[in-house]
């Protein structure tokens, strides 16, 4: 951390100003002065042109140096996507491809080095993604962050992305030679078509996409669209590939499975085929229930909660000490109710003082108070946040950071 001792000048203070601005620029594309705080002092134009240079603040020694060392490493199925999309974004021709890639198949990889060729050229090159798997791409952004996507996406037959002409976002979508959308399984199709829409009009280009190269990533076998309260008929009606923009996309494919090629582990092999068979749906399905029973060999099968977080955290009541031992093992859960039983469960096999830590509970404005009671603030359970009692116990706090935030063994 900084020097905690350091005195704050006029200058850092203005620094920290620019730094928050720079923020909401990318966030809301609002400056500070619009958000109602004190603004900082530089010229209108700088602020402005801090999105096109944050795009343009990759090192180039760097970047080719990390070309050098990762492109012998593609094997026969990356290097021709590769190639092929680096001809098309080369010769500006524009266009929109799929990248159709299973878990382990070298997709961030791949798409981490395309990124870097461009930008190593000095041009601009957008990595997005539909959740939080953006982080694994350098410079990497939420796609609704980005494009400013509106939320009303179901209800709005025509949405564009909230992004004018004169916008510091716009200045990027203009000049950018490729834009990555990875996950993109589950985005709403109507994601797609507002950019198809604002990308037409920011670039005064009718043609799809407004000339621009898109590179869609993701597998149609994982997670698609959240639509809530939904049908099945629903769920297809979102999905990407009932967009009339999915027959113009050309599909490129990655099928090696490069974990189980560099550990050589045929466990492994068996495993990431069984996981495809099922997203195929080739798994044999039981007629009378309509699930799918899994043989032996795929996974061990438990009948309660306790007997699950036994066979994943043996012995927690001594082992949890040891950050190496927690951090090799995870119970995964839909709902964040269940995340909250089972850490609750784990907690109660640890010695100590059990401690309850209340969040804030009331209004910030008083005449929100008749509006807002304590009991309905109570209620709200936000996904990412802590519960309104938290509890956890001093012992475990002093000696284990894992157990304080109760997202953090179960995700």
Known sequence: MGNPNIQISEEIYNEALISIEDMCLMMSNKLLIQLGLAAPNRPMHDAFNQELHREKLYDLNTLKELIEMNLPLLNEQQKYVFDTLMTVTNDETGGIYFLDAPGGTGKTFLISLILATIRSQNKIALALASSGIATLLEGGRTAHSALKLPLNMQSNETPTCNISKNSAMAKVLQQCKLIVWDECTMAHKKSLEALDRTLKDLRS?????????????????????????????????????????????????????????????????????????????????????????????????????????????????????????????????????????????????????????????????????????????????????????LQSKMKTVLQSDYFIKPYNLIE
């Open 205 to 389: 280009n009718h043609n799809r996409f407004g000339g621009a190269m898109i590179l869609l990533a993701g597998d149609f076998c994982q997670t698609l669209p959240v639509i809530p309260r939904s049908t099945p008929a629903d769920e297809l009606n979102a999905c990407l590939k009932s967009s009339n923009l999915w027959k113009h996309v050309k599909v490129l494919h990655l099928s090696k499975n490069m974990r189980v090629e560099l550990q050589n582990d045929q466990f492994g092999n068996i495993f990431s085929k069984q996981l495809i068979d099922i997203g195929n749906g080739k798994f044999p399905i039981d007629m009378l229930t309509g699930c799918i029973n899994f043989p032996q060999s795929f996974c061990q099968l438990t009948r309660s909660k306790d007997e699950l977080i036994q066979k994943v955290y043996p012995d927690v009541s001594q082992n949890y000490r040891h950050h190496d031992w927690l951090s090799e093992r995870a119970i995964l859960a839909a709902k964040n109710i269940n995340v909250n039983e089972l850490n609750l469960k784990i907690q109660e096999q640890i010695t100590g003082e059990s401690r309850t830590y209340k969040s804030v509970d009331s209004a910030t404005n008083q005449d929100d108070v008749v509006n807002y009671s304590p009991e309905f603030l109570n209620s709200l359970d936000l996904p990412g946040l802590p519960p309104h009692n």
